[in-house]
């Protein structure tokens, strides 16, 4: 069975400060995506990386492939109290395009 | 273009009861699922549909049915609820073409199993 781990959990950190988040897996994906969810709501894709060692920024968001596409990590700077929410990392196999979910990230940035 | 919709927003089931909480998408997409989010649990797969008339189970398939009568609806059945359901409950739609497919997501229904 393939598992996606999601860290942290939890980020409570003041507005103005940098944070990662990351996505590990002892498995390979086609790709990894990354979903933001607010209260109330589904989740909504901000961004998928395919190729290893990608890197895709979105403002102030990095989003990182690892070289041998099995983690991913989200780099947020000097964040912003906008930025709370729910962050989910979503990998899909080879030859199955069905998703495998993180457990989430839950960031408050507090003003 | 209203994306995908769900109904009810919110449900209160007794033990043993049955719904339907129901799905549609006007995207045109050929890929549904349906998933549960659970605290700390992330996203898990209930059941999936790749078209109309077609449907496969998912993580945790027991005690869900679901059909795909059309490419717009993909409901799914609580046969007889249990506690354990109480969840939030997220229908998805994508096209079926590669590993870049976006799901798009509904609001979700908030059940309540007592």
């Known amino acids: 069975t393939q598992l996606l781990e999601q860290s942290p959990q939890f980020l409570s950190i003041q507005e103005g400060e940098n944070l990662t988040v990351y996505c590990n897996s002892s498995?390979?994906?086609?790709?990894l995506q990354w979903y933001r969810q607010e209260p109330g709501e589904g989740p909504v894709l901000l961004v998928t990386v395919v190729t290893g060692g990608e890197v895709k920024k979105l403002k102030r968001l990095t989003f990182q492939f690892g070289d041998a596409r099995k983690d991913s990590s989200l780099h947020i700077t000097a964040a912003q109290p906008g930025d709370t929410g729910l962050y989910l990392c979503?990998?899909?196999?080879?030859?199955?395009?069905?998703?495998?979910w993180g457990a989430g990230t839950k960031l408050i940035i507090k003003p | 273009n209203a994306g995908v919709t769900q109904t009810p927003k919110f449900q209160v089931l007794k033990t043993g009861q049955s719904m339907t909480l129901q799905c549609a998408q006007d995207?045109?997409?050929?890929?549904m699922s349906w998933y549960r989010q659970d605290p700390g649990m992330g996203l898990r797969l209930i059941h999936y549909s790749v078209g109309a008339g077609i449907t496969d189970q998912g993580e945790v398939p027991n005690g869900y049915n679901v059909s795909r009568s059309t490419t717009e609806d993909f409901p799914l059945r609580l046969l007889s609820a249990a506690p354990s359901q109480t969840s939030v409950y997220f229908c998805?739609?994508?096209?079926?073409?590669?590993?870049?497919?976006?799901?798009?997501f509904g609001p979700g229904t908030r059940l309540t199993v007592l």
């Open positions: 979503a990998g899909v196999p080879p030859l199955n395009y069905q998703l495998i």
């Open positions: 995207m045109n997409h050929e890929y």
């Open positions: 498995s390979v994906f086609s790709s």
């Open positions: 998805a739609s994508s096209t079926w073409t590669g590993p870049s497919d976006t799901q798009y």
